[in-house]
């Protein structure tokens, strides 16, 4: 059974209503989940279009079936050591919702890991590293097996001024 097989096969039994489901991908041999509902589609790396003046992390943007999607390259938002793309490195795009509306934008991770079905009272909240480290955008930390995963909240992964840049590209 391929990976895309048992992704489909953990949607389709994740009913519980107490439950949320995460799509997990791995960055840094960390493994990282967001939630579901907000994934629109997973595709393979490919080349996007450059944009001047914008962050490092800012790869540029992919025309997706019409719409202009920014792409995000998530180990250069975390500081990460850098990555040459491979055959598992792939774009997940999804829904970002704000108090300004909503957008659509790509992040490239390492690979796709999972989906976890994971119950409101395992998520335990982030840790408290004080005031020098942001941790704003983690929803908080899931067991699942053997596994710690770090479950983002995806609304709250780029600053205010970051989403208004993303969306002059978007235009």
């Given at each position: 059974?391929?990976l895309?097989?048992?992704?489909?096969?953990n949607?389709?039994n994740?009913?519980?209503?107490?439950?949320?489901?995460y799509?997990?991908?791995?960055l840094?041999d960390?493994e990282?989940g967001?939630d579901?509902?907000?994934?629109?589609?997973?595709?393979g790396?490919?080349?996007?279009?450059?944009i001047p003046?914008?962050?490092?992390?800012?790869?540029g943007?992919?025309n997706?079936?019409g719409?202009?999607v920014p792409?995000?390259?998530?180990r250069?938002?975390f500081?990460?050591?850098?990555?040459e793309?491979?055959?598992?490195t792939?774009?997940?795009?999804m829904?970002v919702?704000t108090?300004?509306?909503?957008?659509?934008?790509?992040?490239?991770?390492?690979?796709?890991s999972?989906?976890?079905n994971?119950?409101?009272d395992d998520l335990?909240?982030?840790?408290?590293?004080g005031t020098?480290i942001?941790v704003?955008?983690?929803r908080?930390?899931?067991?699942?097996?053997d596994?710690?995963?770090?479950i983002?909240?995806?609304d709250r992964?780029?600053?205010?001024?970051e989403?208004?840049s993303?969306?002059l590209?978007?235009?």
């Amino acid at each position: 059974m391929s990976l895309s097989q048992d992704v489909v096969e953990n949607v389709a039994n994740g009913d519980d209503v107490d439950t949320n489901q995460y799509l997990t991908f791995i960055l840094a041999d960390e493994e990282y989940g967001v939630d579901i509902l907000r994934v629109q589609e997973i595709k393979g790396y490919d080349k996007v279009t450059d944009i001047p003046n914008t962050p490092d992390y800012m790869m540029g943007v992919i025309n997706l079936r019409g719409t202009i999607v920014p792409i995000i390259d998530l180990r250069r938002r975390f500081t990460l050591d850098l990555l040459e793309y491979g055959p598992t490195t792939v774009v997940i795009v999804m829904k970002v919702v704000t108090d300004n509306g909503s957008r659509v934008m790509g992040i490239v991770v390492d690979a796709v890991s999972d989906v976890y079905n994971v119950a409101q009272d395992d998520l335990q909240p982030p840790p408290d590293f004080g005031t020098g480290i942001s941790v704003d955008f983690v929803r908080g930390l899931a067991t699942v097996g053997d596994n710690m995963v770090i479950i983002l909240d995806i609304d709250r992964l780029l600053s205010d001024d970051e989403l208004k840049s993303m969306d002059l590209l978007s235009k």
